[in-house]
């Protein structure tokens, strides 16, 4: 009996003890829980945390203005501020360069920044500005691929630097520094240093016709038609041409040379190191095309796009200018008149036979013949436009215009985009088979283009040694 009372009290007691142990880690369990979301709770810095990313964003992107000299500013830049040199942006996953930078008025009030990233999932970048009167500002930016990129790893892209917010107009950040940094490392020495230019129309500049030329590569080399063109582009009644140089022969580099020093041609350097074809389209020539857009929009009332080896020319008007003018008074009211003019592409090919009737020994007089049938719109068109109504342009049309602005093509009786072609398309077999008429419009300026040509050779051979 008794033993068995004793038992039954030890069973109760370890029952309890059991009862007690659980209850015991139950609430050191919970208390370390508890603890724990406490600790982390409370220290928001702590790297890693998603809060303290979203605190270090706001600081970063809310436009804020930093009073220089204090502890914790920003490292001031290490250079001069450059355009038109592609510079790196440091500390992105992928490769990140910036060329050029413009005020944007008119889609969002920012700094507009050529550049060049990957496609898509571009690194986040911010945008650091330091004002002609020594403000610093550190902005939000939104990295934006230009539309024609051909689906390939790299592509021209947009940075807007983004001014809402910052108590800055578009107008103060004329002439001001410029820095892209990684969002991921927004207190490293910048590496790259932009001028903010300007791109409000001047007045007076409605009637001025300038050209942009996409990047020169493989060594370029064909300056005696090179100069023909210029000559005839010149009479057509172009007084400007922007051309990037990525690669030129030594003649050309005269031939354009001469040209700079007449106030003629702006020759902007163009070594962008992302391997052209195989990681961005051609020479990543959207860049060129848009960065020449907004570097014209300012002193250009008109902006025609074309290549060395194409001239616009009107079948009535003697000059493109004329044309323009003559295409937009036919719309009533003016404010309805399109802000861009797309013209139909005629191939003529160089292999064709020589016009028995060319009056001088010229390119454009001698090759006559072409495809009877010219291409449909914006199969390989090119297009003059007014700069400031336009947003981002492409090989054959423009993309994106301001609200409000549009575009036409100019019918084939009042102009034809001429194509003069080296190769015909499929091996040859095209200059034999497509249906071809003879089109003597470019006689209209042979003459006067002879004596231009010549007056001209005469001028460079002087300096240029051939
Ligand atoms: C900006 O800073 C420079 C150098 O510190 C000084 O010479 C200049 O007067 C300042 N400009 C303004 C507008 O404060
Ligand atoms: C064109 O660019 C090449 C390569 O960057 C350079 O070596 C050459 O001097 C440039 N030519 C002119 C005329 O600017
Ligand atoms: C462009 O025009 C050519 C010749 O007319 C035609 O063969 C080709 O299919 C056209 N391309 C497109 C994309 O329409």
């Known amino acids: ?15 309890a003890n059991i009862s007690f142990f659980i209850f015991v880690m139950f609430f050191a369990v919970f208390g370390v829980i508890v603890l724990t979301e406490l600790l982390l709770l409370e220290r928001p810095n702590a ?17 804020k203005t930093e009073t220089g000299g204090e502890g914790g500013s920003p490292p001031p830049p290490a250079h001069a501020p450059l355009d038109a040199v592609w510079q790196p942006v440091a500390g992105t996953r992928f490769r990140f360069y910036v060329y050029s ?19 898509r999932g571009a690194d986040a970048v911010i945008c650091r500005l330091w004002l002609p009167d020594n403000r610093t500002l550190t902005l939000k930016a939104r990295v934006k691929p230009i539309r024609e990129n051909w689906n390939l790893k790299y592509s021209a892209t947009y940075v807007l630097c983004l001014l809402r917010g910052s108590g800055v107009k578009p107008q103060e950040t004329v002439g001001a520094s410029l820095s892209v940094l990684a969002s991921s490392s927004p207190n490293r020495p910048p590496t790259n240093l932009l001028t903010v230019l300007d791109t409000e129309p001047k007045s007076g500049i409605e009637e001025t016709l300038h050209v942009c030329v996409k990047p020169f590569h493989f060594s370029y080399a064909r300056d005696e038609w090179l100069l023909e063109w210029f000559e005839l582009n010149r009479l057509l009644g172009v007084s400007h041409f922007y051309m990037y140089n990525e690669s030129l022969s030594t003649p050309v580099a005269c031939l354009l040379d001469h040209y700079r020093k ?13 391997v052209s074809k195989v990681e961005i389209r051609t020479e990543g020539q959207f860049a060129a095309f848009n960065d020449c857009l907004y570097r014209s929009m300012s002193v250009a009332g008109w902006l025609l796009v074309i290549d060395v080896d194409e001239v616009v020319m ?29 013209f139909r592409n005629a191939f003529f090919y160089l292999r064709w036979e020589d016009d028995a009737e060319a009056p001088a020994p010229l390119v454009t007089a001698r090759k006559t013949r072409r495809w009877a049938a010219p291409h449909a719109l914006k199969n390989r068109s090119k297009y003059a436009l007014r700069p400031r109504d336009a947003v981002e342009l492409g090989n054959h049309f423009v993309w994106e215009l301001a609200p409000g602005a549009s575009s036409v093509g100019v019918p084939t009786d009042r102009a034809l985009l001429h194509h003069y072609r080296i190769a015909c398309e499929y091996g040859g077999v095209q200059c034999l088979t497509v249906p071809s008429t003879v089109d003597r419009t470019s006689h209209r300026w042979s003459d ?19």
Request: hydrophobic share 40%; proline share 6%; net charge positive.
């Open 1 to 15: 009996m008794r033993w068995r009372a004793r038992a039954a009290t030890s069973r109760a007691k370890e029952r």
């Open 47 to 63: 790297p890693g945390s998603t809060r303290s990313r979203y605190n270090e964003e706001l600081q970063n992107w809310e436009g």
């Open 101 to 119: 930078a413009y005020v944007e008025r008119r889609t969002v009030a920012a700094v507009r920044v050529i550049a060049a990233t990957k496609t």
């Open 262 to 274: 007449q106030g003629l041609v702006t020759l902007l350097p163009w070594k962008l190191p992302i």
């Open 314 to 342: 009107p079948r009535r008007e003697r000059t493109l200018s004329a044309l323009l003018t003559a295409l937009r008074a036919a719309y009533n009211p003016p404010s309805k008149a399109p802000s861009a003019f797309l």
């Open 448 to 466: 006067e283009l002879l004596q231009r040509v010549n007056a001209e050779k005469e001028k460079y051979s002087r300096t240029c040694h051939i």
